[in-house]
Each structure stands twice: as structure tokens, then as C-alpha cells.
């Protein structure tokens, strides 16, 4: 019942998933895109002195200023638009972090994931959340392959299977990775492609153009939609994305665990984060109650990547109080924090777990 139910909604699902992908470019609240560095440029009186130069054959006359090329003053580029080269994978600076993925988007692209539909968004009341992040990006961008693997599923119907053209993720390719994490495989998918440009069963190094991005199954929108599933190839098996790719140099990762005051997780809440150096800000909300799974060392329902190191102050509004959290983000590491309705926030690592091989390897 659950899961027909399930199969009614998912459309559902995916038809919110492009209005989201449709919404501007998420940019941080305070940092609108300043002005990009101009060309070169040439002033017009110069260039048509050049001109008669050319065609007389004779030197212009100096009676002007000499020809030259005016060279802007070097601005930075706008910080909403900027990211510096990511870590190389597989980082782990903690026992527990995995960040084994590069960005299935070129990093030299702007491919920020839609900020208001991360991993466990829910639009509407809908209890259908989202599985894997959306990256908004241009029609035919190259899409590649998150890390090493075999194609285990390359077209239509990953949803619904039989190559059905109507399934939500539309054209699909699926990797299973040579690497595996608490000894359980490791797969990524990438929807909504244009085009295919691997067969089933092929085998592909990380880095590796696998398709084009488009528009195929439930969107309105060109955007890639990526996920990271363990054990099987299945909608019910994802993780969050942005706890498994390798994150820019010099930025890390926030994960929080939300829950109330008796201990249930608290969904689809609201948190402030901002930087307290640049006033940079951000909202982030829990995930929703169902589909999604959490870290199995984290067990976390609150993750925000691709923050620049620093200072930082979390905000989150709890019945009638407002509870703030100062905590540091450090360069390619996770900060954890927890929250436990009327008891507030606690800032440090989980326990670590009684087993001792969540980073073992997974032999296929
Ligand atoms: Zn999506």
C-alpha cells in the first residue's frame, strides 16, 4: 500500500523538484554577484587610428595620446559565483568522514545544489522528499562520473523499469563503484540526461563523461539530479550527497542532528547559519520524515556543505525561545552539532560506534 502510494506521488515529487530547479540561482543572502571583470578594451577613437594606419601603411600621427590596450584594474571575481578547486577524493580528515566523490558537475562550473531542495527537502505537505540534490546547470553540460565504477543501468525507466519513457528520473545512468563503505556497495545515480554516452556494463574511471544534461522525465527545467545509494540500487537506499562529495579546499561541512525535547527527530526545521567574519547567511531545513536515510555513524538530519572556513553562529527557533550556537568551520572537516529541544545545542563528534569497521572496504 505504502509503496503504490509512493508510486502516486512520486510525480508529484519530481513536478516540485523542477520549481525548484526553475527558482533563480540560490545566492547567499549579502553577496549579490558584483560586477564581472570587463574585457579588454579598446577606446574608439584608438581603433579607428589603428585602421587608418593599417591602410596608409604609415605610422598614425602623434598627436593624441599613444595606442594601447587599457587594462581594468583586476577586481576578485563575485564571491556568489566563486569556489575554489575541491579536495582531492577520497578525503577523510575524521575516521568517519567519506567524502569519496568528486562533483559530477565540473568544479570549474558554477553547480551549487538548489539550496531550498538539498537531500530530505519537502515541498508542500506532501510526504514524498527529495532523495539526492538537484545542480542546476545548462542544457548538454558534461556530466561525469563521480568516481570509478561499472554502469549498471544506462536509460529510460529506473524508476519504474521496463525502459519506461514516462519515469520521473527520465533518461538515468547508474554507477556501481569499486569501493564500498561499511562493507556495503556504494552506487550514484544521475538523472534527467539529455543524452547517454555509456552502455550497461561498461566500466568507467572517475572523471569520465557519461552523458549530457537535460531535461528528460518529470522537469521543466535542464539541472542534474544526483544521488548516493549503499547496498542496492534503490530509491529507499540513498544517503545525502553533500556528505559524500569531496568538499572545496579550505571549506567544510556542517551536519547537525535535530531532535525535540523527548528525542524525536525534529522535521522540516528551519536553522540560521551565518558567518560571523563575512555575515554571510544561510537556511537550512531538517529533512522530512520519510524516504530519506541518515548516516549510519552521524544519524544526522541537518547537512549544509560548501561553507568557507570560519567563524560561525547557528540560529534555530524552538516553540518560543531562540537557541544560537557559536561554532568554527574548519577547512575539509565536518563540525557536528546536535539539538535536543529545550536542552538546546551541543557541539562535538557522535560517540563512535561499536563497530570499528565503517571505513572498511567493500569487496565486490
Ligand atoms: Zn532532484
Known amino acids: 500500500m505504502l509503496r503504490r502510494l509512493l508510486f502516486l506521488l512520486l510525480p508529484a515529487w519530481f513536478l516540485v523538484s523542477l520549481q525548484a530547479c526553475n527558482q533563480p540561482q540560490p545566492l547567499p543572502a549579502d553577496l549579490e554577484p558584483s560586477p564581472t571583470l570587463p574585457p579588454m578594451v579598446l577606446v574608439e577613437s584608438q581603433a579607428a587610428q589603428t585602421e587608418e594606419a593599417l591602410e596608409t601603411d604609415q605610422p598614425p600621427v602623434n598627436n593624441s595620446a599613444p595606442l594601447r590596450f587599457t587594462f581594468p584594474t583586476p577586481i576578485p571575481p563575485p564571491k556568489s559565483l566563486w569556489r575554489p578547486a575541491l579536495y582531492e577524493v577520497p578525503w577523510a580528515l575524521g575516521p568517519f568522514d567519506h567524502f569519496y566523490f568528486s562533483r559530477p558537475i565540473a568544479a570549474n562550473e558554477v553547480n551549487w545544489p538548489v539550496a531550498d531542495y538539498r537531500y530530505g527537502g519537502i515541498f508542500f505537505s506532501s510526504d514524498i522528499v527529495h532523495t539526492g540534490v538537484d545542480i542546476p546547470v545548462p542544457r548538454n553540460t558534461p556530466v561525469l562520473a563521480a ?218
Request: charged residues 15%.
Open 147 to 364: 568516481a570509478s565504477g561499472r554502469v549498471v543501468w544506462a536509460g529510460y525507466g529506473l524508476y519504474y523499469g521496463n525502459n519506461d519513457p514516462k519515469d520521473p528520473y527520465g533518461l538515468a545512468v547508474t554507477i556501481r563503484h569499486d569501493f564500498g563503505f561499511h562493507g556495503q556497495r556504494l552506487y550514484t545515480v544521475y538523472a534527467h540526461l539529455e543524452r547517454i554516452l555509456v552502455v550497461t556494463g561498461q566500466i568507467v574511471q572517475s572523471g569520465e563523461q557519461i552523458g549530457l544534461v537535460g531535461t528528460t522525465g518529470l522537469t521543466t527545467g535542464p539541472h542534474l539530479h544526483f544521488e548516493v545509494r549503499t547496498d542496492r540500487n534503490s530509491y529507499f537506499t540513498t544517503l545525502n550527497p553533500e556528505l559524500w562529495l569531496a568538499p572545496p579546499v579550505g571549506w567544510g561541512v556542517l551536519v547537525g542532528q535535530l531532535r525535540n525535547t523527548n528525542g524525536s527527530f525534529l522535521t522540516e526545521q528551519d536553522v540560521g547559519v551565518r558567518n560571523r567574519q563575512t555575515n554571510q547567511k544561510w537556511t537550512v531545513r531538517s529533512y522530512g520524515k520519510t524516504a530519506v536515510n541518515s548516516d549510519p555513524y552521524f544519524r544526522e538530519n541537518l547537512v549544509l556543505s560548501d561553507l568557507p572556513a570560519g567563524d560561525y553562529q547557528i540560529t534555530l527557533q524552538y516553540l518560543e525561545d531562540e537557541f544560537t550556537l557559536d561554532c568554527q568551520i574548519r577547512p575539509g572537516a565536518i563540525t557536528y552539532f546536535t539539538f535536543r529541544g529545550k536542552h538546546g545545542f551541543t557541539l562535538g563528534m557522535p560517540s563512535p560506534p561499536p563497530v570499528d569497521n565503517l571505513l572498511r572496504p567493500f569487496n565486490p
